[in-house]
């Protein structure tokens, strides 16, 4: 179904959920650029709003999200402190301007809290924003979840809820610190459906220790079993000179790339199969979910919490290393939990880093967007970037197509998505 091109993979290339990318956030953007950012939201602007949580009762050895253990009951209670402050801030800033559509918890594991703080935290929200009945989703670890957590997601009306499985293979489980009995994953689900929570979404891993092609497929099986309204599946990035945590891999037992690839293409051709609608290069989601009407309208957006029918121009951020997005300024807060604690306690924002875009920027983030999200990019300086050596290599290999002055990503070039769009980053490669 597609070619391997070892080269084209070698290259490293960002995963693109924002441009600029956190790697370009300097410190010379920050609160005072994310306040100005908010006294001039007008009124009526779709707002989606995002709460970190960064603690975990048990820490995944192959994870890369800001997060550290939860057995410190008082380091809890004093970021939930925090947290609250911050909302408070933003929202009196605010002055009940933004429209408030989604509110996203994630982390971390969000149920590494009591049910009651989240309640709390979701009062909250709905009190100090201009919030009606908005869509509410959250990060679930299906180790950590409860019979009192299904109750009270249910009568909060939360939306959607996305799990943690990663892989069904116990050998594999093992060899990233993740142990989870496929029973536990299925008890989740059906607790879930049982009260009428059927927007399910999965996370799965390809590219981790140990994990054979069979291992895969006996996950997909099993998955397509179990039926989410989405997946995504993403490659393991092993990064233990940036992540401690993944040190205690063996990097000896990690699949080679062209393992990588045939595993991605696996996935890809298993839950297609199977009927789910492939969005991006990562995600697929059943037909009748509102990701798969996207897709198929071409109206697919990515953030930071990946492919997404979300079109708010603005997302505010809430919590240690959470990020704010607004159309020419993307902000991330203080990232140490201790640093963010303090900022609030002093009345100030937590905003601590970012980037702003000019014209050409915003140009360049929404081609890569579009090629990202839709597969295709109209281009004002086509004949430019076609005459380029680098696209005419894409173009000779199958890659890519040109429909006039359309640059679209054909269905070959699906893994190498993230390669074509890197074309357009100015501060890597640049057409």
Known sequence: ????????LARPVPRYTSYPTAMEFAEEVGAEHYARALDGLESATPVSLYVHIPFCEQICWYCGCNTGASGRKQRLTDYLTALHAEIALVAKRLGGRGRIRRIAFGGGSPNAIAPVEFVRLLDRLLTVFDANRPEVSIEIDPRGFTPEWALVLAASNVTRVSLGVQTF?????????????????????????LRKIEAINFDLMYGLPGQSLADLEETLTETIRLAPSRVALFGYAHL????????????TNLPDQRLRFEQAELGYRRLTEAGYIPVGFDHFAHPRDPLAAAAREGRVNRNFQGFTEDDAPVLLGFGASAISRFPHLIVQNEKRAGPYRDLLGEGRLAAARGVTLDAEESVRATTIRDLLCNGRAHLANAAAVRSSSTMADFEQRGLIDWQQDELVIRSTGLPYARHIAAQFDQRRAGC
């Open 240 to 251: 233990p000179q940036m992540l401690p945590r993944q040190r205690r891999i063996d990097a």
């Open 1 to 8: 179904m597609w070619t391997y091109h070892p080269d084209l």
């Open 169 to 193: 293979a116990p050998h594999v489980q093992q060899a990233i610190g993740r142990v989870q009995p496929l029973s536990d994953i299925e008890t989740v689900m059906t607790s879930l459906r």
